[in-house]
Structure formats: structure tokens, C-alpha cells
């Protein structure tokens, strides 16, 4: 559901903090960087708190403690854009787990940052596939998504962003699906997956998984949605809004 931000380089830190959050313990990998000062440190930190929230449902506070913060040392319009895109993210995730309605926010939190990051920034992609998301899942207006994150993944290929590009194929192949393309909804689903299983995101296979079962015969997808529910156990039951994607069918009455 949500798409962000690179892999570890040779950084020792940027490689113990992916660890921690490509399994899921996003707290821990925040708290790696609290003692980390400016505002690059402080971004990343929220953006961990909010993938959180959009992941497990929990944590809004902290979260929103770590963007004010991010909020208040950032100087530069690229860190204030930076931030505004986590805002928006925040609230959208607030609006589509039916915690609290806060669309509105997030499209002017996005809106804002849009106006403040330049064309060819870092997090430009990222913007786009976060507005995709508004598009799609608030709004309801595929033709806007996809434009988006069609934005998204050509700004991710460009930016060497493998992550991203694991959500904007996801994406676009859940737009396919949905208009009965099922090949091309396949071939996505399969490129989002395999990027997730050679990054080592494990928070992010399980899902991978259920979306590209969606889209396989008999007795493939079922070996998919085993291998799904196995990953999600594994995990502790997170993403928390996979659950209901992989709970077996009522039987017809």
C-alpha cells in the first residue's frame, strides 16, 4: 500500500536500518537514528514511524511527534517538501484504515509538497506514487492513478529507487487487474515480487504473494496464498490488512 525510499548503501547504519524495518520492526529502526541530528535523520525517522502506522495500524502519536519534529528542523524546500509528502502519507493512511477522515489533509499536505520539491528531486517519485494512492483509494479515479504512478515508476527507474519500483508495479498491475487485464496484471505482480524477494523485503512478500495468486490458476494460487499466509504468520500478522485478503472463502450458504 505504500511505496518509499531507498535500499542500504555501504552505510553500516543504513544497512542495520533496512534490516529492521524490511522485517517489520520499525520501531527499533528508528531508534537507531534518534541520536542522528539535521533534518535528513529526522525524515527518514518519521518515514519509518508512518510506514508503521499504514503497516500495523498503531503508533499515530509517535508518529506525529516525529514529523513535527522533521517539520520544525527543516530549512531547506526539499527537506520541507520531504516532510509534507510524510504528511500526507500519514493522513492518507489515517483515512483508508478508517482511523480518522483526514483525506482532506492529505491532499493538501501533498499538494504542498508538490509545490516545494523541483522536477527532477530525489523524492519526486515517491510524491507521485503517494499522490496515485489519493487517487485511487480516495478519490476512485483510476485514470488519475495510473497516470501517477505510471510518473512514479518512470521517476524510480530513473533514481535506481528498486523499492519503489516494487509499489509502482504493484500498483499499475492492480489497476490491470481490476480492468480484466489479467496478463499484464500478472507480469506486474510477478516484477513486484521479484524485487521484494531479492531486496530481502520481508514485510512486503506476503502481499506480494496474495496479489500475484490473484491472478493464477489452480493449483498455483493456492500454493501462493499458503506460502502468503506462512510469510504473514511468520511476520506477526503484518501488514494487519492482509489478513482479510487471505482468509478462506465463506462457504456458499
Given at each position: 500500500?505504500?511505496?518509499?525510499?531507498?535500499?542500504?548503501?555501504?552505510?553500516?547504519?543504513?544497512?542495520?536500518?533496512?534490516?529492521?524495518?524490511?522485517?517489520?520492526?520499525?520501531?527499533?529502526?528508528?531508534?537507531?537514528?534518534?541520536?542522528?541530528?539535521?533534518?535528513?535523520?529526522?525524515?527518514?525517522?518519521?518515514?519509518?514511524?508512518?510506514?508503521?502506522?499504514?503497516?500495523?495500524?498503531?503508533?499515530?502519536?509517535?508518529?506525529?511527534?516525529?514529523?513535527?519534529?522533521?517539520?520544525?528542523?527543516?530549512?531547506?524546500?526539499?527537506?520541507?517538501?520531504?516532510?509534507?509528502?510524510?504528511?500526507?502519507?500519514?493522513?492518507?493512511?489515517?483515512?483508508?484504515?478508517?482511523?480518522?477522515?483526514?483525506?482532506?489533509?492529505?491532499?493538501?499536505?501533498?499538494g504542498r509538497a508538490a509545490?516545494?520539491?523541483?522536477?527532477?528531486?530525489?523524492?519526486?517519485?515517491?510524491?507521485?506514487?503517494?499522490?496515485?494512492?489519493?487517487?485511487?483509494?480516495?478519490?476512485?479515479?483510476?485514470?488519475?492513478?495510473?497516470?501517477?504512478?505510471?510518473?512514479?515508476?518512470?521517476?524510480?527507474?530513473?533514481?535506481?529507487?528498486?523499492?519503489?519500483?516494487?509499489?509502482?508495479?504493484?500498483?499499475?498491475?492492480?489497476?490491470?487487474?481490476?480492468?480484466?487485464?489479467?496478463?499484464?496484471?500478472?507480469?506486474?505482480?510477478?516484477?513486484?515480487?521479484?524485487?521484494?524477494?531479492?531486496?530481502?523485503?520481508?514485510?512486503?512478500?506476503?502481499?506480494?504473494?496474495?496479489?500475484?495468486?490473484?491472478?493464477?490458476?489452480?493449483?498455483?494460487a493456492g500454493r501462493l496464498?499458503?506460502?502468503?499466509?506462512?510469510?504473514?504468520?511468520?511476520?506477526?500478522?503484518?501488514?494487519?490488512?492482509?489478513?482479510?485478503?487471505?482468509?478462506?472463502?465463506?462457504?456458499?450458504?
Amino acid at each position: 500500500m505504500s511505496g518509499s525510499g531507498t535500499t542500504a548503501g555501504d552505510d553500516p547504519l543504513q544497512t542495520a536500518v533496512w534490516r529492521l524495518r524490511s522485517r517489520g520492526c520499525w520501531t527499533d529502526a528508528a531508534a537507531l537514528l534518534a541520536s542522528r541530528e539535521g533534518p535528513g535523520p529526522a525524515l527518514q525517522r518519521t518515514s519509518l514511524l508512518v510506514e508503521r502506522c499504514l503497516f500495523t495500524g498503531e503508533g499515530w502519536a509517535e508518529a506525529e511527534d516525529g514529523l513535527r519534529t522533521a517539520e520544525a528542523l527543516a530549512v531547506a524546500d526539499e527537506d520541507r517538501g520531504a516532510a509534507a509528502c510524510e504528511r500526507g502519507q500519514l493522513a492518507y493512511a489515517s483515512t483508508v484504515l478508517a482511523v480518522r477522515d483526514r483525506a482532506d489533509e492529505a491532499r493538501t499536505a501533498l499538494g504542498r509538497a508538490a509545490a516545494l520539491l523541483a522536477p527532477n528531486a530525489s523524492g519526486r517519485p515517491l510524491l507521485d506514487f503517494r499522490r496515485g494512492l489519493i487517487a485511487e483509494h480516495i478519490s476512485d479515479s483510476p485514470q488519475a492513478a495510473r497516470a501517477a504512478y505510471r510518473r512514479a515508476h518512470a521517476g524510480a527507474t530513473a533514481h535506481s529507487d528498486p523499492l519503489l519500483l516494487s509499489f509502482t508495479w504493484r500498483h499499475l498491475a492492480g489497476l490491470a487487474l481490476r480492468e480484466g487485464e489479467s496478463a499484464e496484471a500478472r507480469h506486474g505482480f510477478a516484477e513486484s515480487l521479484r524485487i521484494r524477494e531479492e531486496l530481502g523485503y520481508l514485510v512486503g512478500t506476503a502481499p506480494a504473494l496474495a496479489a500475484l495468486a490473484d491472478t493464477e490458476p489452480e493449483p498455483e494460487a493456492g500454493r501462493l496464498r499458503a506460502e502468503a499466509a506462512r510469510l504473514f504468520r511468520l511476520m506477526g500478522g503484518v501488514p494487519s490488512w492482509l489478513a482479510q485478503h487471505l482468509s478462506p472463502p465463506a462457504p456458499a450458504a
